[in-house]
Nanobody, 123 residues
Framework: QVQLVESGGGSVQTGGSLRLSCAAS????????MAWFRQAPGKEREGVGL???????DIADSVKGRFTISKDNAKNTLYLQMNSLNPEDTATYYC?????????????????WGSGTQVTVSS
């Protein structure tokens, strides 16, 4: 059974940092595309970062230079390091997996989702 479990969310002040983790089970992270998405109240879900099974990464322009995506295949875990956080980063952050090559940022292309972890940035 495929399962994705996010952790590491919380409340920080502007300029702070958080590292999110996504523990995967039911498949190995070295064989799938994995991604982080976020959704703020009243807004659509948007892609933040993705990593292919080959280790290639892409980061959304809105967070480029501040967020880094990484993966530990031995731990079957995906990470999102978030630095220089600001209130616009406040959202629920979701981990997702696609059992194929990465297909871009459309949420509909990802078959598996975690339940999300809340990130709140105060000014």
């Amino acid at each position: 059974q495929v399962q994705l479990v996010e952790s590491g969310g919380g409340s920080v002040q502007t300029g702070g940092s958080l590292r999110l983790s996504c523990a995967a089970s039911g498949f190995t992270t070295s064989t799938v595309c994995m991604a982080w998405f976020r959704q703020a109240p009243g807004k659509e879900r948007e892609g933040v970062g993705l990593m292919s099974k080959y280790g290639l990464t892409d980061i959304a322009d809105s967070v480029k230079g501040r967020f880094t995506i990484s993966k530990d295949n031995a731990k079957n875990t995906l990470y999102l390091q978030m630095n220089s956080l600001n209130p616009e980063d406040t959202a629920t952050y979701y981990c997702a997996a696609r059992l194929d090559l990465c297909g871009g940022w459309a949420p509909s292309r990802y078959q598996y989702w975690g339940s999300g972890t809340q990130v709140t940035v105060s000014s």
